[in-house]
């Protein structure tokens, strides 16, 4: 368990404040002068970028809009200024931008009151089934807001349905035979393994595992707000000894556990495709960090963990996705049992002698 003496470092005259709805804001104070506010999220690229510049006094950096008013660019740059925008998580906020670029370069210029229904299925029907969703979830959000602001006197995604979901068994689930193989190319004492040993013992998302740090972590437990929750949900987690020992030895970040180079945060994103590459290096070419936390739960769930305590753990809500590994554990267990009395059955069994054939005199 982490000590309650481990130091708990924070960047010189950076501060928290928690605000009366609950939200965590971080602002930047020398000594007793004017607090500079950090928009970005905590333990992100862009938040140390924002902390350094407050340091500096250099003020925050806006764009001036090209965009003609009343076009859909010009929609979407209203857009981010609400509070329907910034209230999303960051990494939805992410995903939403990817898709709003798109839309700007190619339709950008176009009058907002002449997107149609049709416009919105021709942007779905070009895209893979997975990114029309994600489009489609984009695009609703902008309309939305634009309706209730009254931009539009109509939301053309109205009506608009999601391509239909292929069913699968989504991202693989490590191995053991996985892990020894990243341990072997990545001991204790690297970055890459506190990667993974964070991923591991945790059971965290990618977006909350870049953020864990040591200001999450008292009397050995670490509790965060979930990003995909938008931070409404809070989950609790024990630092066990095996990743302790992983992060004593490092190295880790000022701000996170996981870092990449020269200790900088890294986005979820980059992570991703860093922790990618590194399973690649150890023979890993089908492994994610999703995949982690998949064996996550799949062990709580073979140890005896209920719906309820894998809920806790993982920061899900009601019993559908808990419930998968819970039977999924269940029918393993089952099937071990039944197969034992099947041996035993087979062992016990005897069969029928034949009846001795009389000797005749």
Same mark, same amino acid.
Request: proline fraction near 6%.
């Given at each position: 368990?982490?000590? %309650?003496?481990?130091?708990?470092?924070?960047?010189?005259? +950076?501060?928290?404040?928690?605000?009366?709805?609950?939200?965590?804001?971080?602002?930047?104070?020398?000594?007793?002068?004017?607090?500079?506010?950090?928009?970005?999220?905590?333990?992100?690229?862009?938040? /140390?970028?924002?902390?350094?510049?407050?340091?500096?006094?250099?003020? @925050?950096?806006? !764009?001036?809009?090209?965009?003609?008013? &009343?076009? =859909?660019?010009?929609?979407?740059?209203?857009?981010?200024?609400?509070?329907?925008?910034?209230? =999303?998580?960051?990494?939805?906020?992410?995903?939403?931008?990817?898709?709003?670029?798109?839309?700007?370069?190619?339709?950008?210029?176009?009058?907002?009151?002449?997107?149609?229904?049709?416009?919105?299925?021709?942007?779905?029907?070009?895209?893979?089934?997975?990114?029309?969703?994600?489009?489609?979830?984009?695009?609703?959000?902008?309309?939305?807001?634009?309706?209730?602001? !009254?931009?539009?006197?109509?939301?053309?995604? /109205?009506?608009?349905?999601?391509?239909?979901?292929?069913?699968?068994?989504?991202?693989?689930?490590?191995?053991?035979?996985?892990?020894?193989?990243?341990? !072997?190319?990545?001991?204790?004492?690297?970055?890459?393994?506190?990667?993974?040993?964070?991923?591991?013992?945790? &059971?965290?998302?990618?977006?909350?595992?870049? @953020?864990?740090?040591?200001? *999450?972590?008292?009397?050995?437990?670490?509790?965060?707000?979930?990003?995909?929750?938008?931070?409404?949900?809070?989950?609790?987690?024990?630092?066990?000894?095996?990743?302790?020992?992983?992060?004593?030895? &490092?190295?880790?970040?000022?701000?996170?556990?996981?870092?990449? !180079?020269?200790?900088?945060?890294?986005?979820?994103?980059?992570?991703?495709?860093?922790?990618? %590459?590194?399973?690649?290096?150890? $023979?890993?070419?089908?492994?994610?960090? *999703?995949?982690?936390?998949?064996?996550?739960?799949? @062990?709580?769930?073979?140890?005896?963990?209920?719906?309820?305590? +894998?809920?806790?753990?993982?920061?899900?809500?009601?019993?559908?996705?808990?419930?998968?590994?819970?039977?999924?554990? /269940?029918?393993?267990?089952?099937? =071990?049992?039944?197969?034992?009395?099947?041996? $035993?059955?087979?062992?016990?069994?005897?069969?029928?002698?034949?009846?001795? @054939?009389?000797?005749?005199?």
């Amino acid at each position: 368990m982490m000590p %309650d003496t481990m130091p708990r470092p924070r960047p010189p005259h +950076l501060h928290q404040q928690r605000t009366q709805h609950g939200r965590v804001v971080w602002y930047v104070r020398i000594g007793h002068g004017p607090r500079t506010r950090i928009r970005a999220a905590f333990g992100t690229p862009e938040f /140390d970028s924002e902390y350094q510049a407050a340091l500096a006094g250099q003020p @925050r950096q806006t !764009k001036a809009s090209n965009a003609a008013a &009343g076009t =859909l660019a010009w929609l979407i740059e209203q857009y981010r200024s609400t509070t329907s925008w910034t209230d =999303l998580s960051l990494a939805t906020r992410r995903n939403r931008e990817h898709h709003f670029r798109q839309v700007i370069e190619k339709a950008g210029h176009h009058p907002i009151r002449a997107i149609s229904r049709a416009h919105i299925v021709k942007g779905r029907d070009s895209r893979t089934p997975a990114q029309a969703r994600k489009f489609l979830d984009a695009m609703r959000g902008l309309f939305k807001w634009a309706k209730e602001a !009254k931009h539009v006197t109509a939301d053309p995604t /109205d009506g608009v349905k999601n391509p239909k979901q292929r069913k699968g068994p989504g991202f693989p689930v490590w191995t053991d035979a996985d892990a020894d193989a990243y341990d !072997k190319r990545w001991p204790i004492g690297t970055k890459e393994r506190v990667w993974r040993d964070v991923l591991f013992y945790t &059971g965290l998302r990618r977006g909350d595992a870049v @953020r864990l740090g040591r200001q *999450h972590v008292r009397d050995g437990v670490a509790t965060l707000r979930t990003e995909k929750s938008q931070g409404e949900m809070i989950v609790s987690i024990p630092i066990l000894p095996v990743l302790q020992r992983t992060l004593d030895a &490092g190295p880790i970040g000022d701000l996170a556990f996981i870092c990449g !180079k020269a200790g900088k945060p890294l986005t979820k994103e980059s992570f991703g495709n860093a922790f990618k %590459d590194a399973c690649r290096a150890a $023979g890993l070419h089908n492994r994610s960090a *999703h995949g982690c936390r998949k064996i996550a739960a799949t @062990r709580a769930a073979e140890a005896g963990a209920t719906v309820a305590q +894998l809920n806790a753990i993982f920061g899900w809500k009601g019993t559908a996705m808990a419930s998968l590994y819970t039977e999924a554990a /269940d029918r393993k267990r089952l099937a =071990l049992e039944a197969m034992v009395k099947v041996q $035993g059955a087979n062992e016990t069994a005897t069969s029928i002698p034949s009846p001795d @054939r009389k000797v005749r005199d």
